[in-house]
Every structure is written in C-alpha cells, then in structure tokens.
C-alpha cells in the first residue's frame, strides 16, 4: 500500500472515529438530563430507547428504539419526562400538571403527587420539583409520593440537580440569582450576584453552570436589558460571557450549546467556549430537547397547530468527507 493511500485509509478512519465519538450518558440515578428538564422534558434518552412526546398524538408519551417504530405509553399532554429503572415519571397537562408513574411499557400508570409541578427531576429515589399551587417553592417527595415536603421557600425557577448531587435554582424572590442548595433546602447561597435583573434557561455541564443573564445594553437614552449567555465555573467561582448574541432556550450537552437565537428566531450550536457557531433549524424553535443524534425543536407558527421538529445533530460520513475533500 503506498504512503497516498494509507495516509487516506488513516484520515476515512480518523473521520469514521471522530463520528462514532463516546456521548455524555445519563447516570442511572437521574430521570433526565438538566438541560432536557430546562426546556419542559419533553424528551429522554435512557441508552438505546428515546421517550419523547409524540406531537401527533396529543403530545402524549411514546417511546422507541433507535428511530423504531413508536410505542404509544399513556394518553394525554405530558413533560418532565424523568426514565429511571423500570418506571417512566412525568407530569400530565390534562391533570392539573400533577405527577404521574407508570412502568417503561405504559402499564401501572398511576397519578402520585397532587400538586402543580414544574422543573421536575427524578434523582436517587426522590422526586424534586417548583410547585405552582404553593407560589413556585421547591418541594421533595419519595417515587411513590409519600413523604412530600417543602424545602425551599421562595419563588423558584429553572430548578435542576447537578451531577455534583446539589440542587441548583433562579431564586425569583431574589431578583432572580442563580442559587445552590443541599437536596433538603439546607445551606441556600447565592451564586452570581451580578446579574441585574434575571437568569434562566439553567444547565449544569462539567462543573460549571451555563444559563441566560440580562446584560445591560443602551439603546439612545433608554437602558436595555439582552440575554446574553454565561458560564459560571463552580471551582473558581469566575463568570465569563460565552455567547454576547440574545439567546433563549439554552441546553449543554455532547460539549455543545444548544440553543434559540432571538436575534432571528433559529435554533444555533455552538462549542463551550462560544466559538463555531452552527446553524441547526432555520426556523423559530423553542423548549430545545437534546438525545445523542438530534435536536427536538417545538414549533408554533401563527394560525397552526404546535409540532416538534427533529433535527439531525450528526453529519453523515458521506458529508464529513464533502467537507475534507470538496466533493463526495
């Protein structure tokens, strides 16, 4: 063989490689990923099988295989969609968005928590969630629902539980700084006093906290307020903006940034750090949900019914090499 040629056979294997790259995988103890339950839960991925809400069918819960057939679980809208073991958690729009648990093939669906739940997140045999009939507090219960409490008494959004095992929250009864816990409430401590008005669209990725943050900008005599995205290192304690662009919808994972642009309402990624920026969907997508292959978009269009676009995150091998050689 000569040098041209395995010097090709090495570059095809390297591309081939580089495609098949390890993902970030959900541990075993958590329903979903933080950035998935930022943006509603409307998709899982637990291994091989996706949960995801089926827009076709009243946004009820489906699941299926590596792009397999669809198998229908429950009826009715659901979110916070939370996959851990042999059970299925989520919270049911047509309910009173109380929790519900069933098995992962649909059966013993039972309604568990009475209460209005939002940011919910299945973790080490807890449930922890923003209760809207008790002012937005963050409250914990057992997986069967016994045991429910409050364990933060304020008016709280965008709450998630990093890998770090700590709950991490937009505390709106503080004009909306990002706030870290223990899971029973204990120890509440500001984490970026900075922002001026408030953050959102929180997500805990590798030791750090990516989110939304109002940065003052002057429009003639007027003081203006766009969402920019920050990082927050939790080991530093620094804060840098990643992304000086108004931004929405926010989820991290696979070392990417997912989110919607509201300069001109398309759905972008980009890396860690801000760089290479890449348009996904040409088209206002919103509540960004994120598996290995794609990106779940929903869409509302003026005087049309909301539907949710998936779309491909990962280039075929055919365009890896478009892109290295100029042709196919």
């Given at each position: 063989?000569?040098?041209?040629?395995?010097?090709?056979?090495?570059?095809?294997?390297?591309?081939?490689?580089?495609?098949?790259?390890?993902?970030?995988?959900?541990?075993?103890?958590?329903?979903?990923?933080?950035?998935?339950?930022?943006?509603?839960?409307?998709?899982?991925?637990r291994?091989?099988?996706?949960?995801y809400?089926?827009?076709?069918?009243?946004f009820?819960?489906?699941?299926?295989?590596?792009?397999?057939?669809?198998?229908?679980l429950?009826?009715?809208?659901?979110?916070?969609?939370?996959?851990?073991g042999?059970?299925?958690?989520?919270?049911?729009?047509?309910?009173?968005?109380h929790?519900?648990?069933?098995?992962?093939?649909?059966?013993e669906?039972?309604?568990?928590?009475?209460?209005?739940?939002?940011?919910?997140?299945?973790?080490?045999d807890?449930i922890?969630?923003?209760?809207?009939?008790?002012?937005?507090?963050?409250?914990?219960?057992?997986?069967?629902?016994?045991?429910?409490?409050?364990?933060?008494?304020?008016?709280c959004?965008?709450?998630?539980?990093?890998?770090?095992?700590?709950?991490?929250?937009?505390?709106?009864s503080?004009?909306?700084k990002?706030?870290?816990?223990?899971?029973?409430?204990?120890?509440?401590?500001?984490?970026?006093?900075?922002?001026?008005?408030?953050?959102?669209?929180?997500?805990?990725?590798k030791?750090?906290?990516?989110y939304?943050?109002?940065?003052?900008?002057t429009?003639?005599?007027?003081a203006t307020?766009?969402?920019?995205?920050?990082?927050?290192?939790l080991?530093s304690?620094?804060?840098?903006?990643?992304?000086?662009?108004?931004?929405?919808?926010?989820n991290?994972?696979?070392?990417?940034?997912?989110?919607?642009?509201?300069?001109?309402?398309?759905v972008y990624?980009c890396d860690?750090?801000?760089?290479?920026?890449?348009?996904?969907?040409?088209?206002?997508?919103?509540?960004?949900?994120?598996?290995?292959?794609?990106?779940?978009?929903?869409?509302?269009?003026?005087?049309e019914?909301?539907?949710?676009?998936?779309?491909?995150?990962?280039?075929?091998?055919s365009?890896?090499?478009?892109?290295?050689?100029?042709?196919?």
């Open positions: 063989m000569n040098i041209k040629k395995l010097f090709a056979v090495a570059l095809i294997g390297c591309v081939m490689l580089a495609g098949c790259g390890k993902s970030d995988s959900l541990p075993e103890n958590m329903g979903n990923t933080n950035g998935n339950i930022s943006n509603i839960g409307s998709v899982c991925q291994g091989d099988t996706v949960y809400q089926n827009d076709k069918d009243n009820s819960i489906y699941k299926s295989v590596k792009d397999g057939e669809g198998e229908k429950n009826d009715g809208t659901s979110y916070f969609i939370n996959v851990v042999d059970y299925v958690y989520y919270v049911h729009e047509d309910d009173d968005f929790v519900f648990k069933m098995k992962t093939d649909g059966s669906n039972t309604e568990i928590i009475k209460q209005a739940a939002y940011y919910m997140t299945v973790y080490n807890m922890y969630f923003v209760n809207y009939d008790d002012n937005q507090a963050i409250y914990s219960a057992k997986t069967d629902g016994s045991d429910l409490k409050k364990i933060v008494d304020s008016q959004y965008y709450s998630i539980i990093g890998d770090d095992g700590l709950l991490y929250y937009v505390d709106y503080n004009g909306g990002v706030t870290r816990a223990n899971l029973d409430g204990s120890e509440q401590t500001v984490i970026d006093e900075n922002n001026p008005v408030t953050a959102a669209y929180l997500n805990y990725y030791g750090k906290l990516y939304t943050n109002a940065t003052e900008a429009e003639g005599t007027e307020y766009v969402n920019n995205i920050f990082c927050y290192d080991e304690g620094s804060v840098s903006t990643i992304l000086e662009k108004e931004c929405a919808d926010v991290v994972s696979n070392d990417k940034i997912y989110y919607s642009s509201l300069e001109d309402n398309k990624r860690l750090d801000g760089e290479n920026e890449e348009l996904l969907y040409d088209n206002n997508g919103i509540f960004l949900n994120v598996t290995d292959d794609y990106v779940y978009c929903f869409v509302k269009l003026k005087d019914d909301p539907y949710i676009e998936k779309v491909s995150i990962k280039k075929s091998f365009e890896k090499m478009k892109t290295l050689y100029g042709k196919d």
